[in-house]
């Protein structure tokens, strides 16, 4: 499980955050020559230095990000229209990924933002990023029951194996859970671009 500040070496200089803000403040997704993925990034505003790492993370992989707090369509005070744009968002974007918190999991607006992602991105579009607060143990972590029904992020370090003995290699995956019990692993890029 991620823990706050996991995240930091993704982080990009100021140049790169302030691009990757603009495109997502103006929904620039514009098709161009090389498919970019586009991910609708649910998050609590208070978790920004953690999301910025996870920005350089996803853009690393080739991703385009949409955070709707940089959206300048976004009315200044939050309304029905709010909630409109960023239903339309959500359904525009490819995959939706919710950075969950503590305080996203306990947010009304990411609890709302995932059940528009559920309906319209379905289970193959969606998983969680769990990320623990700094000192707690994986068992602390409130948001398990999210991790019992959509897929989640995580990292493998290299030292895994597969059922069939090839070693997994070192990356981040997107872990989902089967009926029987078990679990599949696909690497975040792979997911990202499926």
Same mark, same amino acid.
């Given at each position: 499980?991620?823990?706050?500040?996991?995240?930091?070496?993704?982080?990009? $200089?100021? &140049?790169? *955050?302030?691009? #990757?803000? %603009? +495109?997502?403040?103006?929904?620039?997704?514009?098709? @161009?020559?090389?498919?970019?993925?586009?991910?609708?990034?649910?998050?609590?505003?208070?978790?920004?230095? $953690?999301? &910025?790492? *996870?920005?350089? #993370?996803? %853009? +690393?992989?080739?991703?385009?990000?949409?955070?709707? @707090?940089?959206?300048?369509?976004?009315?200044?005070?939050?309304?029905?229209?709010?909630?409109?744009?960023?239903?339309?968002?959500?359904?525009?974007?490819?995959?939706?990924?919710?950075?969950?918190?503590?305080?996203?999991?306990?947010?009304?607006?990411?609890?709302?933002?995932?059940?528009?992602?559920?309906?319209?991105?379905?289970?193959?579009?969606?998983?969680?990023?769990?990320?623990?607060?700094?000192?707690?143990?994986?068992?602390?972590?409130?948001?398990?029951?999210?991790?019992?029904?959509?897929?989640?992020?995580?990292?493998?370090?290299?030292?895994?194996?597969?059922?069939?003995?090839?070693?997994?290699?070192?990356?981040?995956?997107?872990?989902?859970?089967?009926?029987?019990?078990?679990?599949?692993?696909?690497?975040?890029?792979?997911?990202?671009?499926?």
């Amino acid at each position: 499980m991620f823990k706050r500040g996991d995240f930091n070496n993704y982080k990009k $200089d100021a &140049k790169f *955050v302030n691009l #990757a803000l %603009e +495109e997502s403040r103006n929904l620039s997704f514009k098709s @161009s020559a090389i498919y970019r993925p586009k991910v609708f990034l649910s998050h609590k505003h208070s978790d920004l230095e $953690d999301l &910025k790492g *996870v920005m350089g #993370a996803f %853009e +690393e992989l080739g991703a385009k990000i949409y955070i709707d @707090s940089m959206d300048n369509k976004m009315p200044n005070e939050t309304s029905g229209e709010t909630a409109e744009r960023i239903k339309d968002v959500i359904k525009t974007c490819k995959k939706f990924v919710l950075l969950a918190t503590k305080d996203a999991i306990q947010s009304y607006w990411c609890n709302w933002e995932l059940g528009i992602g559920d309906t319209h991105k379905f289970k193959d579009h969606i998983a969680i990023l769990p990320m623990k607060e700094n000192g707690e143990y994986d068992n602390q972590y409130i948001g398990n029951e999210y991790l019992q029904i959509y897929p989640s992020i995580e990292y493998r370090d290299g030292t895994g194996t597969y059922r069939n003995g090839k070693t997994i290699i070192k990356g981040f995956y997107v872990k989902e859970p089967m009926k029987n019990g078990g679990i599949t692993i696909t690497p975040l890029n792979d997911w990202l671009n499926s």
